[in-house]
Nanobody
């Protein structure tokens, strides 16, 4: 059974940093791409970043490039999202997702493929 559990959200001031974690179980990280999505109030869910552990490939949405970094610790079976230079528009619920119905490569368009497995989400609020 695939399980994804996010943690690390919270309240941070503009310009600050947070690191989100996603503990995974029930599947092999090398077999499937995993990534982060977010949904702000009143807006559609959007892809933020994706990582293919086996291919060593990462993808980022344009609005986080240079500020966010995705990574995986295979030994801990945990994915991370380091978020720096946070802006108020980054406020959203952040979801961890696994492309368990797709494969090990990230889609070129992060919003093209619907991941099959999702976490429960963690709230990130950027405000002074």
């Amino acid at each position: 059974q695939v399980q994804l559990v996010e943690s690390g959200g919270g309240l941070v001031q503009p310009g600050g940093s947070l690191r989100l974690s996603c503990a995974t179980s029930g599947f092999i990280l090398d077999y499937y791409a995993i990534g982060w999505f977010r949904q702000a109030p009143g807006k559609e869910r959007e892809g933020v970043s994706c990582i293919s552990s086996s291919a060593g490939i990462t993808e980022y949405a344009d609005f986080v490039k240079g500020r966010f970094t995705i990574s995986v610790d295979k030994a801990k079976k945990t994915m991370y999202l380091q978020m720096n230079s946070l802006k108020p528009e980054d406020t959203a619920v952040y979801y961890c997702a696994a492309y368990t119905g797709w494969g090990y490569l990230c889609p070129q368009d992060l919003n093209e493929i619907e991941p099959a497995s999702w976490g429960q989400g963690t709230q990130v609020t950027v405000s002074s």
